[in-house]
Every structure is written in structure tokens, then in C-alpha cells.
């Protein structure tokens, strides 16, 4: 089966290679340390703390797998030349400022891709309600965007790259 191509910023592909580095170096190891541990304590048929450390490694294996698939098909966003071509609209990487109409609020996010998603910290996703509707767009423009408690309206303020 083929992986799945995703887009990520220059950011967000640092980000996966530190947690990849930090994965297979120190957590294996540390890992490692814990097995070693666990197997001196004896029969391992009824050792909680081997059970939990070989269940610990096999987390750790996996999502360093998942990490390598993603970044081996990973599309930087800043290198798509085709994202790059239209610098007025709106595409994953950049900065926007929205104004909430009917609250008045103004917002700054970076849109980002879901891997790199973190809302709290001001990064929304291309494929959430805001990030799907404002993609293509351009400043000045009013969106509607379709949430779970009804429709809202932003308009865009400024993009920044």
C-alpha cells in the first residue's frame, strides 16, 4: 500500500526529525535500560515491569516507523511551486490575521498541515473548518466557514509568509 504524501512546513519537518532523533537515541536507549532492568528481577512469565517496558518499546518502535514513513513522503510546502506561485492567496506555511465579524476579535494563526496542528498554540490545520475555508483566499476578503455551531464570518485582515 502506498503512504500517504503529506505537506509540511520547513517548521514542521524540523519538528519530526528532533522527536525522530530524540525516539531512536535516547528513549531506546532508556528503553533498553529498563528490558535489562526487568530481566534481572527473574521469571519474566509474571515480571509487570518487563511487560511494561516491552510495551513501552513497542510504542516507541512504532511511531518511530510512522515518523520515517512521513517524513520519506513528505512535500515541503515552502519548495511547491505551485503554492508559491499566487503570493496574494492564502496556502499552508502562512500567517494570517482574521477579524471574528460578529465578535470583533482579531485572531492570528499559522495554517498549518493536521500533523503540525496545534490550536492552542495558534496553528490550525488545512483541513480544519478556518483552515479549509480560508485556503485560496486572499487580505481583505470575508469567508463564511461552516463549524459545528453554525456558520461564522472572518474577514481576513492580513497574510503574511
Request: net charge negative; charged share 35%.
Amino acid at each position: 500500500m502506498a503512504e500517504k504524501i503529506v505537506s509540511l512546513t520547513l517548521e514542521g519537518k524540523a519538528k519530526l526529525e528532533a522527536e525522530l532523533a530524540e525516539l531512536k537515541s535516547t528513549k531506546r536507549e532508556e528503553i533498553a535500560e529498563k528490558i535489562k532492568v526487568a530481566r534481572s528481577y527473574g521469571d519474566l512469565s509474571e515480571n509487570s515491569e518487563y511487560d511494561e517496558a516491552k510495551n513501552e518499546q513497542a510504542i516507541v518502535e512504532s511511531r518511530i516507523a510512522t515518523l520515517e514513513a512521513t517524513l520519506k513522503n513528505a512535500v515541503i510546502v515552502e519548495d511547491d511551486a505551485d503554492v508559491s506561485a499566487d503570493e496574494d492567496k492564502i496556502w499552508l506555511g502562512n500567517k494570517i490575521t482574521v477579524l471574528d465579524v460578529e465578535t470583533g476579535e482579531e485572531l492570528v494563526y499559522d495554517i498549518v498541515s493536521s500533523i503540525e496542528a496545534d490550536p492552542m498554540n495558534g496553528k490550525i490545520s488545512d483541513d480544519s473548518p478556518l483552515g479549509h475555508a480560508i485556503l485560496g483566499h486572499q487580505a481583505g476578503q470575508t469567508i463564511e466557514v461552516e463549524a459545528p455551531i453554525g456558520v461564522l464570518q472572518y474577514k481576513i485582515l492580513k497574510v503574511e509568509k
